[in-house]
């Protein structure tokens, strides 16, 4: 898909982040956007600043998880603009870690990271992919992962698990566009550490969702969640891989893996792991 101009895009997860990032480079690149997010009033000071630089854009609340909420999402875009040409599923949450074992996570950790990671991305599909078909123009989806859902370890099951679905519907989707010879294609994204707020996603999550039994953070959790902070907040800029998504969507590249040289090499360990049949190799704790 060479040409942007005048083409409509929507973003989940745009109030901030890799969303909001994605977004502005869409409407640099001359595109029409649709922002959704749940959060209300970022998702607003969002489009207003889109809007202040010239784009044109709307904004609509939505609750990834919520399938009927995506449909709406869909129902606005498409009314408004006649077409939708890139979709990207980016909203996401971080989740915990799993202090006590993985056999310990509570449920609610379960449902609520992977109904946001997961199921989101699952929603956005069921009900852009099947309009945007039918009306037969060049078209893109680019789902959010993780290099989490290319390696496991040092990141909540929850949030690996779900990154790792992704990554699998994501390359089920491109391999289902090409067998019918489709206008639309497909990207995974799966970044290492960038600089967003994910880490404090739990500001969102629902109230039903919060764990019965919750025990105050061990000294050893709350050293591993200021690391985990300070890793993203020296981190890629989310600009940098807006760029790298946009050359993606034009060159019809599929797997986006901006990672720093130590996942890199976590990548290709794992990969070996698996070719030589040899048992997972157990990375140090720090």
Request: hydrophobic content about 45%; aromatic content about 4%.
């Amino acid at each position: 898909m060479q040409d942007l101009i005048g083409k409509v895009a929507v973003v989940t997860g745009a109030a901030s982040g890799l969303g909001l990032a994605f977004a502005t480079r869409f409407v640099q690149e001359g595109m029409r956007v649709v922002l959704a997010d749940i959060e209300q009033e970022p998702l607003a000071l969002a489009e207003a600043a889109i809007k202040a630089q010239g784009g044109t854009a709307i904004a609509v609340r939505t609750n990834v998880q919520n399938e009927n909420e995506i449909k709406a999402l869909a129902d606005t875009a498409f009314a408004t603009y006649g077409n939708v040409h890139v979709l990207c599923n980016n909203a996401g949450v971080g989740g915990a870690a799993d202090a006590s074992g993985v056999w310990n996570t509570p449920m609610e950790e379960w449902n609520w990271v992977l109904g946001v990671n997961f199921s989101g991305v699952l929603h956005g599909m069921r009900h852009f992919v099947p309009r945007m078909l039918a009306n037969a123009e060049d078209g893109h989806i680019v789902n959010t992962a993780s290099v989490a859902g290319l390696i496991t370890g040092g990141i909540g099951a929850p949030y690996t698990i779900s990154k790792h679905g992704v990554v699998a519907l994501s390359e089920i989707l491109y391999k289902d566009l090409k067998a019918r010879n489709a206008r639309l294609s497909a990207s995974v994204l799966c970044p290492g550490w960038v600089n967003t707020n994910i880490i404090d996603s739990a500001r969102n999550r629902p109230l039903a969702l919060k764990p019965k039994d919750t025990a105050a953070p061990t000294s050893q959790i709350q050293q591993q969640h200021e690391a985990l902070r300070a890793l993203l907040k020296d981190g890629m800029r989310p600009a940098d891989i807006a760029g790298q998504v946009c050359d993606a969507i034009r060159n019809d590249t599929f797997y986006i893996v901006p990672v720093q040289p130590s996942i890199e090499q976590a990548i290709q360990m794992r990969l070996e792991d698996i070719r030589l049949r040899r048992n997972p190799t157990i990375a140090p704790r720090s």
